[in-house]
């Protein structure tokens, strides 16, 4: 095809860079999809649109993060200038017209640009940076429907509905700017001057629609000053939103750890006036405390701020540390063993200047231990006259060896006293050099008091300042209802004559309109997003849900208040997509195990029905008719489970069915309107898809590589080898009869493996139960969380049945290990001995795998061998 050729020649946007002529691009591609098209250049401009959303956001990053400059932009702007020149000299000698006028658009568009950022500079990059941001706004995949048909839907309104809507958009804007200046006002200048221009465009707006009925409004609503959704509010993605919970939880925990170590250091501080730093310790603690317990149940409202968090990661506090075993004006010298010696007997002498006198003493010979156990104390002052300056004072060693007619001295040494400068105790080793050979002397020198404070290194961190929750719906009712009643009721009557007309001349098109209005109407001005409810105990609202389960209202079972998200029971596609991610996000980052159990099988179910609604609506087990039914009956549920929760006061479950049911109704519509498209468009729309998966690369595809790895070639070992593998990871271990690996290890039998394992540690290797290591489980959590998600979008039920038996018992021997410990009930002897037969496991698997060439299991086993020493280590063993 000639044009699509010369679309892919000339009309590339990568090869364009500018953000003004890119929105330009934007413009002629959105006219071009409007009309009827070839499926390959419909397929081109779709993938174009979604290339520019990929290069703003580009620009949109790197400008936040400061790594692009208004100088840099610019210099990419000028080779994107000589490109478009390059291409309109030959489009010149070939006298293509259409395209000729095209590209000297773009070099004159590109040349303004660049002018425009030489003089502006820095302000005008700025500028050039919201205009991507318009760009973005919208999902170009999605332009052909729900974008347009939205706008369309909201411009054929009826008066009365038009006006409540930017009423209520006005009012709620307000709200937000009036939330702002009395919360933020500094920090959110920029968005009250941007609210400040939309207010005054609902004004003009709603005067206008008061004169003119067709006014229309839907572009402002849609594209410019859209819903207040929790993402506007925050200005981050619901992921983005608990990372950052996330982090500072982290952070916390950091802190409260080091905070802790410091507390250690305050029991031999000296009180300094009134402030006690130990105490000054616990305050501390007890705020950490405090500030995690808030940020653990945040939010409990989602349209509340992030608290205000000061964050020092260098901050330097001081103690004078006492040492009470000493008596004050005192140095106490100890010297205890000397080590890298033979079995000779040795004795020091020792001397120090002090006060102007010298002092020397010298130690009993040590016996074949060379252990000394010699202590003597200094006075180094009184009351009167302190001794300052201790600490740059030194004394002076000799060491010697017993001999059978007198003893030899065979190495001296300085033992400088800087160490007790901010210390009242400081122990250490001295080298004492003879020839070859070095001595270490181990020796302590303590006092009742540090002449100097000591520094110490911590991290703190607190919250200043917490932010009452937004209330978006503020006095709306009261604004719109003034202004419904200031409508001519002329034009009222005068529309509603017009749909009348229509409802005799045109009933099913009057049906299609009326659908669409509803589901607007009924659309939750109160901008409520899906939340993860919670099914087990632990949640109070929960528990609240339960003691409430005697006052249903009539239409409504337990089954479906308690499991209000239950997919089977709830079949909307676009409710399904929508709740997939939220139960994601909960999987991996929620702790809670018995709540985790649950929610495997909700999103097992979700992404089940996921894949088998559109198969049967597409084979015609469900029609249309019969699909717009379903949703009608989530609606009708919905809005009885909204006034039953509301009346108990079960926010986060309200929540939940208003913002459900927003999404059935606009599905709801949609479905109105695809009972008028055309085949040709329904494959239209197929073709799209494909193209857009070619591509798609899913975030799956490292993990698939991990799964399906399988050795392509079984190296040639030596049994006298030391076998190990050259990675070392946890990762999900495949058990399906399919896999090769498997195969190998089915056919071994118990004489084939060392005596000290069983079949069930050489098959099932990961095995929670038979390896007890609480770092080992932790760490395995993610991991098997992944696998699941992995196994479940591929289909492959029997080796997610397996995984998630082994997740399940992953989790209960977390669950007991941590109880036992917490009751006292952990025997620390045997929980090590219980570490130590796990890493002598692994040793005998890891051979026995490599032997066999089964690199990945081998490679597990390594893995978490590394991970029990390390918890040995850590524990002192």
């Given amino acids: 095809m000639e044009i699509l050729q010369l679309e892919k020649q000339y009309s590339q946007v990568t090869d364009i860079q500018s953000v003004m002529q890119l929105k330009q691009e934007v413009g002629f591609i959105n006219k071009g999809l409007l009309s009827k098209l070839p499926e390959e250049l419909k397929a081109f401009f779709i993938s174009q649109l979604k290339l520019i959303s990929q290069i703003m956001t580009l620009y949109i990053n790197k400008y936040q993060s400061k790594e692009l400059t208004w100088d840099k932009y610019a210099l990419s702007l000028k080779q994107a200038l000589q490109k478009q020149q390059n291409f309109l000299q030959e489009v010149t000698a070939k006298k293509n017209q259409a395209y000729q006028t095209r590209i000297q658009k773009r070099v004159e568009n590109i040349t303004k640009e660049i002018q425009f950022l030489q003089k502006e500079q820095v302000q005008g990059f700025a ?89 229309s409004i839907g572009q402002l609503l849609i594209e410019e000053a859209k819903e207040i959704t929790v993402q506007e509010f925050h200005q981050m993605t619901q992921k983005q939103y608990l990372d950052r919970i996330k982090m500072y939880n982290q952070k916390f925990k950091d802190c409260m750890k080091k905070e802790m170590e410091f507390k250690k250091l305050t029991i031999n501080a000296k009180k300094q006036g009134m402030i006690n730093p130990s105490q000054q310790s616990m305050d501390r603690i007890t705020k950490y405390n405090q500030d995690r317990s808030y940020l653990q149940e945040f939010p409990k409202n989602p349209y509340t701020f992030f608290p205000e968090i000061q964050y020092d990661k260098d901050e330097i506090r001081e103690l004078i540390l006492q040492n009470n075993d000493v008596e004050p004006f005192q140095l106490k010298i100890k010297f205890f063993r000397l080590v ?261 099988q909700l999103n097992d179910e979700l992404l089940k029905q996921q894949i088998i609604l559109p198969r049967e609506i597409q084979e015609g087990d469900i029609d249309l008719e019969e699909y717009v039914e379903i949703l009608n009956g989530i609606i009708k549920r919905d809005k009885l489970m909204a006034q039953f929760f509301q009346q108990i006061n079960c926010t986060q479950r309200y929540q939940f069915v208003m913002a459900r049911s927003h999404i059935v109704q606009q599905e ?92 069930k540690d050489v098959i099932f290797p990961e095995t929670p139960s038979s390896n007890r290591s609480l770092e080992f489980l932790k760490k395995m959590e993610p991991i098997l969380d992944q696998g699941y998600k992995f196994y479940t979008q591929q289909g492959n039920q029997e080796e997610k049945d397996i995984l998630r038996k082994i997740a399940d018992e992953n989790d209960l021997e977390i669950e007991k290990l941590e109880e036992q410990a917490q009751e006292g009930e952990l025997d620390p002897e045997k929980y090590v001995q219980m570490l130590k037969d796990i890493v002598k496991k692994d040793e005998l698997l890891i051979q026995l795998y490599m032997q066999l060439g089964i690199e990945q299991y081998a490679s597990f086993c390594a893995a978490r061998k590394q991970i029990v020493e390390k918890e040995l280590k850590d524990n002192g063993f």
């Avoid at 060693?397 to 001999?403: D, E, V, Y």
């Avoid at 997939?580 to 929610?599: G, S, V």
């Avoid at 998966?693 to 975030?699: A, M």
Wanted: proline share 4%.
């Fill in 127 to 215: 500028k050039v940076i919201e205009m991507a941001k318009q760009i973005i706004r919208s999902d170009p995949s999605k332009y052909s429907s729900s974008q347009s048909n939205m706008i369309d839907v909201i411009d054929k309104l009826l008066v009365t509905d038009k006006v409540t809507k930017l009423a209520t958009r006005y009012k709620q804007y307000y709200n937000l700017a009036v939330y702002f200046r009395n919360n933020m006002p500094d920090k959110q200048s920029a968005r009250i001057s941007t609210i400040m221009q939309y207010l005054a465009k609902f004004k003009e707006s709603v005067t206008e629609l008061k004169k003119n009925p067709n006014f």
């Fill in 340 to 600: 890298g010696a033979k079995s000779d007997k040795y004795q020091i002498h020792w001397n120090i200047k002090l006060n102007n006198d010298v002092i020397s003493q010298k130690t009993d010979f040590t016996d074949s231990t060379c252990v000394f156990n010699y202590e003597h104390v200094l006075t180094t002052g009184n009351k009167k006259k302190p001794c300052y300056g201790l600490h740059e004072n030194s004394i002076q060693i000799q060491l010697f060896s017993k001999g059978f007619f007198s003893n030899s001295s065979i190495g001296q040494a300085t033992l400088p006293l800087t160490g007790i400068k901010d210390n009242c105790s400081y122990e250490g080793q001295l080298e004492i050099k003879h020839k070859s050979h070095t001595y270490k002397l181990e020796y302590g020198l303590y006092q009742r008091e540090a002449e100097f404070p000591k520094k110490i290194p911590v991290e703190s961190i607190k919250i200043l300042r917490t932010f009452p929750p937004f209330d978006l719906n503020e006095g709306v009712k009261e604004y719109v209802q003034k202004h419904l009643q200031e409508i001519d009721p002329a034009l009222i009557q005068q529309e509603q004559a017009q749909r009348e007309k229509l409802k005799q001349e045109n009933p099913q098109q009057y049906q299609q309109q009326q659908a669409q209005q509803q589901a607007q109407q009924q659309q939750t001005s109160t901008n409520y997003k899906l939340v993860y409810i919670w099914h087990t105990e632990k949640d109070e609202e929960f528990q609240n849900l339960k003691k409430n389960l005697n006052n249903l209202p009539q239409g409504l079972t337990q089954e479906d208040v308690i499991n209000a998200d239950d997919p089977v029971k709830n079949r909307s596609f676009q409710f399904i997509e929508a709740y997939i991610p939220i139960i994601e996000d909960f999987l991996q980052n929620n702790a809670d195990r018995k709540e985790k159990k649950i929610t495997r």
């Fill in 668 to 759: 709801l519509a949609q479905s109105g309107q695809a009972q008028q498209q055309e085949d040709e468009q329904e494959n239209n729309n197929q073709q799209q898809n494909i193209n857009e998966d070619e591509n798609i690369q899913t975030e799956d595809e490292t993990f698939k590589s991990q799964v399906n790895t399988v050795p392509q070639q079984q190296k040639q070992i030596n049994n006298s080898q030391n076998l190990y593998p050259q990675k070392q990871e946890l990762q999900i271990l495949p058990h399906s009869e399919n896999n090769e690996q498997v195969q190998k290890l089915k056919k071994l039998t118990q004489q084939d493996i060392p005596n000290q394992l069983n079949m």
